[in-house]
């Protein structure tokens, strides 16, 4: 406890009252303001995209910025909060020239189901499975 003391500065004059009693106050603490938990955004980690084309999967992670305090908000926990996995390189594989093999002017029944080209000449190239 620390005492107060307040001080009249000016006098009443020309018929202005008179200052109310002096009273003394008494600090109190409140204690520190609470701090919420802080997270950093999603960053990728370095492992990259489990696949270049056709749909992959890649760690995100966040960490935690400002613990919490005084009571603030505590961080999240559970699944999910810390690291997360996130579609990556969902457009379709197209096949390189390099992942081609000439395959004839028709494509035989046993072909079905894979990807491949035609070129201007009418031959079929099939991308290895």
């Given amino acids: 406890e620390v005492p107060q003391r307040r001080d009249v500065w000016v006098q009443p004059a020309q018929g202005g009252r008179e200052c109310p009693e002096l009273k003394q106050l008494t600090l109190v603490d409140l204690g520190p303001c609470p701090v919420d938990c802080e997270l950093s955004g999603w960053w990728d980690a370095d492992s990259g995209c489990t696949h270049a084309c056709g749909g992959g999967r890649q760690s ?14 505590p961080c999240p926990s559970g699944p999910g909060t810390m690291e997360r996995s996130v ?13 081609l093999r000439r395959r004839g002017s028709r494509i035989v029944a046993s072909n079905c189901g894979g990807q491949g080209f035609v070129d201007p000449s009418g031959v079929v190239w099939l991308a290895d499975k």
């Fill in 60 to 73: 995100q992670y966040r960490t935690v910025l400002q613990k919490p305090s005084a009571g603030g908000k």
């Fill in 87 to 99: 579609p990556c390189n969902e457009e379709p594989c197209v096949p390189t020239e390099s992942s």
